[in-house]
Every structure is written in C-alpha cells, then in structure tokens.
C-alpha cells in the first residue's frame, strides 16, 4: 500500500498563491504517476495536474495549467503543488492520488484511475 499526506492548505488572499505538499510512503517503488484533484462543496472531483514519478512527464487541466506548476523531490518522495492568482473558486479540498500503471483505460482527468488517495488539505480563498 501506499500512503499519502497532504499538507499546505489554508486561507489565503485573492491574489495570493500557495504550495501544497503530498509526502508518500509505503510502496513507493509501485508508483507511476502522481496527481492533484479538487473537489469544492456540492462539486465533481476534478483533475488540476499530474507527474510521473520519474519526473519526466507532466500534464495540466487547461484552467490551472497556467498559474501552476507540478514538482516532486526524489529524496523526500513528496509531490508539489504551485498555483498562483488564486481566487475564491479555487476554494476546495485539494487532494493528491497516486496512479500505478503505465497505461489504462481511464484517462488522467478520471478519478477512476488512481489507486490510493490522501486524506486532503483545505485551501479557502478569501476575495
């Protein structure tokens, strides 16, 4: 299994920007890809961005994909999430899945597809 902790949320400012953090353990050495997802009160869970566990490959949902940017730090297994010019629609929580194949039937942006998920961090944006 493989666990994920998120971290990073809050409130912040319109304007403003932050960076969440998604920590791995376990059996890490199973993981493929990484991903962030959101999901606001009485909304679908929805794909912002992805990476894959070697780093070479990211992928954006076309609404973040230029106020964000997706990393990961090999040494301490953990995946970042930048975004910046947040508003209040950003309000959600923000959750990080790990994804184990290489290949699927479910594209990125489906929740479907990732095996294990965190527990999810709180970001509010206050206007």
């Known amino acids: 299994q493989v666990q994920l902790v998120e971290s990073g949320g809050g409130l912040v400012q319109a304007g403003g920007s932050l960076r969440l953090s998604c920590a791995a353990s376990?059996?890490?050495?199973?993981?493929?890809?990484m991903a962030w997802f959101r999901q606001a009160p009485g909304k679908e869970r929805e794909f912002l961005a992805a990476i894959t566990w070697s780093g070479e490959r990211t992928s954006y949902a076309d609404f973040v994909k230029d106020r964000s940017i997706i990393s990961r730090d090999n040494a301490k297994n953990t995946v970042y999430l930048q975004m910046s010019s947040l508003e209040p629609e950003d309000t959600a929580v923000y959750y990080c899945a790990v994804d184990l194949h290489s290949s699927s039937r479910s594209t990125l942006n489906q929740s479907v597809r990732y095996d294990y998920w965190g527990q999810g961090t709180q970001v509010t944006v206050s206007s």
């Open positions: 376990g059996r890490i050495f199973n993981i493929y890809r």
